[in-house]
Nanobody, 116 residues
Framework: QVHLVESGGGLAQAGGSLRLSCAAS????????MGWYLQVSDNEREVVAL???????DYADSVKGRFTISRDNAKNTVDLQMNSLTPEDTGVYYC??????????WGQGTQVTVSS
């Protein structure tokens, strides 16, 4: 089992910045990919950014050049630096981790609100 706890988020003005952090505990040695997702409907979360153990990253087109995902394998943390925020970035962001069995784990979610 992996437990994820998020921090950060909150309120920002358009053009501003926020940083999300996620700390993993439990069976962290089994974690492979980690990432951040945005809840876009009651039943759907879209990937925002992904990072594997080697540090390779992938981003949604909408955030490329604005968001940066980083990971500290020793501390079992993954962060999302969000710059040049727009109101369209508003929503609940979830930290995700996938283990060796391809089981997904999720944090509790953190609200990001960007005002225009």
């Amino acid at each position: 089992q992996v437990h994820l706890v998020e921090s950060g988020g909150g309120l920002a003005q358009a053009g501003g910045s926020l940083r999300l952090s996620c700390a993993a505990s439990g069976s962290t040695s089994r974690i492979n990919d980690m990432g951040w997702y945005l809840q876009v409907s009651d039943n759907e979360r879209e990937v925002v950014a992904l990072i594997n153990k080697a540090g390779d990253t992938d981003y949604a087109d909408s955030v490329k050049g604005r968001f940066t995902i980083s990971r500290d394998n020793a501390k079992n943390t993954v962060d999302l630096q969000m710059n040049s925020l727009t109101p369209e970035d508003t929503g609940v962001y979830y930290c995700n981790a996938e283990d060796d069995d391809r089981t997904d784990y999720w944090g509790q979610g953190t609200q990001v609100t960007v005002s225009s």
